[in-house]
């Protein structure tokens, strides 16, 4: 059993895991944040993604250890003062989910593409990103149009046409 200690939404905090723990797993069953999805396992699907020291990361595939010392945001830890970040207001006024099992996987890599890409930010360079997060209910279109207004309200893209 490791000891590892992290900050995870601006908060410290400890826990004892197994050396093989996955960082997903700890912060869904050591710290009780469940809006961090299992959906493969594999790192194919996306719905694991938190950010890690301002990076996003699928958090499947990184052991918990490997995140000691680490400063993590999961979905939880976007919003502040009881306003939604700007890309999760996008995806909820531009009906950018539904069944809503991979959005924040979805927003979390939406948030650190904007910040990567900034103005920069136009809708083929969206979908390339999007690739290693999938949707099993939407077409795309909607999640794509979410994040290029919340990157146009962040200061950033260019909005794709309707």
Known sequence: MAKITMTVNGRQVSGQCDDRTLLVHFIRENLGLTGTHVGCDTSQCGACVVHMDGRSIKSCSTLAAQAAGADITTIEGLAANGELHPVQAAFKANHGLQCGFCTPGMVMTAVDMIRRHGGQLDEA??????????????????????????????????????
Do not use: D, P
Not at 134 to 162: D, F, W
């Open 125 to 162: 360079t969206v979908r390339a990103e999007l690739e290693g997060n999938i949707c099993r209910c939407t077409g795309y279109h909607n999640i794509v149009k979410s994040i290029l207004a919340a990157a146009a309200e962040m200061g950033g893209a260019r909005v794709a046409a309707e």
